[in-house]
């Protein structure tokens, strides 16, 4: 029954789980950038660590900024699977 289409259902079944790996991925960096921002945005922090915390707000705009690409994507496939 499948024969005809397995070349489409490998396809499909990499491009799946190649989604998969990247919203793990996703997942798995947002609670680092959580658990990171708390500790970025302490006042203390800041005035210590200030060329870090900046480095920090640089990296959380870009972060940021490519999860709103994601989020608004019309296509999953062309947020998830084209660099």
Wanted: proline share 2%.
């Amino acid at each position: 029954f499948a024969e005809p289409f397995a070349a489409e259902i490998n396809y499909w079944e990499k491009s799946l789980s190649s989604i998969g790996d990247v919203i793990e991925l996703i997942v798995s960096i947002q609670k680092n950038h959580a658990y990171l921002d708390n500790i970025f945005n302490a006042e203390d922090i800041r005035k210590q660590l200030t060329k870090e915390t900046n480095d920090f707000d640089e990296i959380s705009i870009v972060w940021r900024n490519m999860i709103f690409d994601m989020a608004h994507a019309k296509k999953i496939r062309a947020a998830f699977l084209e660099p």
